[in-house]
């Protein structure tokens, strides 16, 4: 009975040493054309991209420059098959893979071999080659020449792809407009298309329309207008013109220099067109309403030697 025992368990040895894992160590990558940062850093993710497809007991980092430096080897620098060896020798792994990464132009490659520890010689090559940016090479690229490593089917070469952009839909501009009416309460129709009821506001695109006025009991009354995203427009009554400025100071106080320059435009419309029969109006939003009325009228009233008293509304 004993024996039986022995035999069993000698079997399960066997089994487990037929089923283990070779051992692998990863080099650092040479690099030309590339910073030593960005060399790191793919060597890491080939070795990562290693340890996921299972193939092979990858040693980690750490241990490694724990060894060789217990060794007093200096393995920076190492790029042909027999310093490789050597390598792999001092950290009894059963493979070690050299490689390098270059950039020539635009274009990038990278180039790896396993090497056979006990042969001394390379049993399998990868390479891939690519344009475009590097971080391709940190996705892609690392993990086709990992598959290559193990010996499984992998693209070798990618392009840089051309993402088109979609033209953005151009937002036709808009602007406010407030319609009134003497009397109130007319019906305003765009197109044979009601707007609404005097009075009302309404947000049309910068264009010209023509607006049909109707009320029961008086005749119908057409309009054009104009929508412009200025401050500045005029609108047409019976007997004279009424030029209107809007300006909006939302987070501003009232003061008399904020209302100077809309003044002076005024004055120089009225100056040339004083021929005209013209109004003026000018419409200012701020966010104090209180303000008003701390604010001095000394430059209102020298606007008024130049104004006739019907033309300043």
Known sequence: MPMLRNKVLISLFLMSSLFAKEIIAVLDLDQIGLSDQEATILTQRLTTKLISLNKYQVVERNNMDKILKEQKFQHSGCTDSECAVEIGQLLNTDFIILGSVNKFGSTYAVDARLIDVG??????????????????????????????????????????????????????????????????????????????????????????????????????????????????YDVCRNDFIEANQCKYHEMQNATSSLIRKPLILMLDHYIKKKSEKYKYKLRIYYYYEKTFRNLSLGICNSCRRFLCNDRMV
């Open 119 to 232: 042969l001394g010689k390379s049993l399998i090559s990868a390479e891939f080659s690519m344009k475009g940016e590097i971080d391709i090479l940190l996705t892609t690229g690392m993990t086709s020449i990992a598959k290559q490593l193990c010996d499984l089917p992998a693209q070798k070469t990618a392009e840089a792809t051309q993402v088109d952009i979609p033209p953005v839909a151009q937002i036709a501009p808009k602007a406010r407009v407030i319609i009134k009416s003497n009397p109130l309460g007319s019906q305003v129709y765009l197109d044979d298309a009601i707007l609404g009821s005097t009075p009302f506001t309404k947000s049309l695109e910068h264009g010209m329309y023509t607006l049909l006025f109707h009320k029961t009991g008086y005749d119908s009354l057409s309009k054009n207008i104009t929508v412009e995203g200025v401050e500045d």
